[in-house]
């Protein structure tokens, strides 16, 4: 077990006119499950590989614990790693694939064969052992890769998308499994995914890259409810956060003719400079029909069962109004659902109220 | 495997089925289904077959038969007792033996040679970030456009002056590596070899030395055994070089095979008895590889 730290670590690719990681500052705490989270070609996979010394680093520094490894090769990192695709060897068994680190070691025999049946027995690839992979299915596959990083007891743990392949009921079980399997054995791990409920669900911390830039990097709770911009903001949660510019007035932000409130010191901060001002709200923090409101339209109505998702555009838009998401998303009581083409009124409620500066995009608080 | 004919299916109702059995029969297919093969398919692969079977067949008779017996019309189709006898004789007009021991030596050397080194630079080229990669790839490449012929001599005048003359060495070194196979191992590579599974094996704590016969050598079996086929074949047939740089008191197969019924009516009979002894170890090299060529061992590596 170990720290993880980067410090204004930086790779940039040849040809490529911005770095893929931008002087990432990360610390990641001894036996703690960190999440890189982020769209596509957001830097966090490049991230994952210059820890494992499987990408320079061109600028900084990685430590794992006390030690630099900026420029060690990865088989001096100990480290383990559990790829997307898996990268089983195809031609040895799966106890063969969980021992070979071991062999190359110099682990004796009996001690090899002890640590791959623990592993085996942890994930129920008892009968398996003698199996290669092709005649595995996907989910035991993505099992003997876990065991593979689980006998070499490395510092650190980096899987990279490991759910990726599986189908979604299979990811579901197995991320959980995953998550339990790493608070057993207390072993630092970072991993990485796009999916941002596997973050929430999994990471002890997450942490939000975009543009090879990190975000923020916090509890799952507090990257919901505090998002550092609008970026991550709109990125956490599903449906995602609704998103307004507007321009700012007495009391508030004006809205489809109305005025939603914002507390004054944040108005008057958000607002210096432009007269101008953002405000999101998550789906679920707005009461419908509330007599004063902003007028909206309900365009479609999705019933998922337990709630009802309205996607509704603004009914009397300003000129000065932009919607950084398509359609405002608001989540209510199913069987109390506006029909498509009602006109409601929407009233967020105020300390559910997130409040951005129009330009930076950073909160205000 | 493409089917010619199948009956047609049972699900064609009653007027199309009569315009089905009224035409000739359709090829069908059903998906994810293998069907079996229709009489043409038997006849078209028996006819490829005796095509390509007749030429040794054709050997073993002629060489079962007297010079005369082969000459008469019709010539003869069924093996006669001859053919030790014919052996015999060929034997002791050539040292066949010790010109399959000198083949084997040689082919063997080449074959073993060729592979190694080929699916070493291959494996560099397809997988190994260098400075120049693709400039010496391109020179490798383009050392295949030079003819065989035009280094003869230099060559000659290289080995003679090492004293190589009717040694064997003289026919092994020139071709222990080949600019074919370094390519058809780099494009075998490339596209079998998937990245990560070298990224695990250095994760794992392997050096590339170490990955590359743990892993590299055991996906590339397939595309080595084909490659040791082709230059065991080659090899063992090559005449050009081995004619120059051999004598008949050290012969490898061909160069011996050159030597035999001489005269000024060529004796066939001994000739083609001589001619079947030589092809044997080609044919037992062909029964072995041939297994080690199966598709599929790259299977499950990743997900597809």
Redesign the interface.
Known sequence: MATVTFEQATRIYPRADRPAVDTLDLAIGDGELLVLVGPSGCGKSTSLRMLAGLEEVDAGSIRIGDRDVTDSPPKDRDIAMVFQNYALYPHMTVAENMGFALRIAGVGKADIGRRVAEAARILDLEPYLARRPKALSGGQRQRVAMGRAIVRQPQVFLMDEPLSNLDAKLRVQTRTQIAALQRRLVVTTVYVTHDQVEAMTMGDRVAVLKDGVLQQCDAPGTLYDRPANTFVAGFIGSPAMNVVTGPGVDGGVRLGGAVLPVPRERLARASAGSGRITVGFRPEAVDLRAGDGVPVVVDVVEQLGSDACLYATLGAADDGDVLHTADLVVRTEPRSAPAVGEPVTLRVREDHLHVFDPVTQLRVD | MTTLATPPEESVDAPARTVASAAPRRRRRRAGRVTAAGPLTYLLLALTTLVSVFPLYWTMVAGSHTNAEIAATPPPFLPDADLFTNIGRAMEEAPIGLAIVNSVVVAGCITVGTVLCCTLAGFAFAKLRFRGNGVLLGLVIGTMMVPTQLAIIPLFILIAELQWVDHLQAVVLPTLVSAFGVFFMRQFLTQAL?D??L??G??????TW?IFW??VV??ARPAMAVLAMLTFLTAWNDFFWPIIALTTNNPTVQVALAGLGGGYVPDRAVIMAGTLVGTLPVLVVFVVLGKQIVG????????G
């Open positions: 998937p990560e599974l990224e695990a250095r994760v794992d704590g392997a050096s170490r743990s892993i055991p996906v599929g061992i790259m299977q499950g590596a990743v997900k």
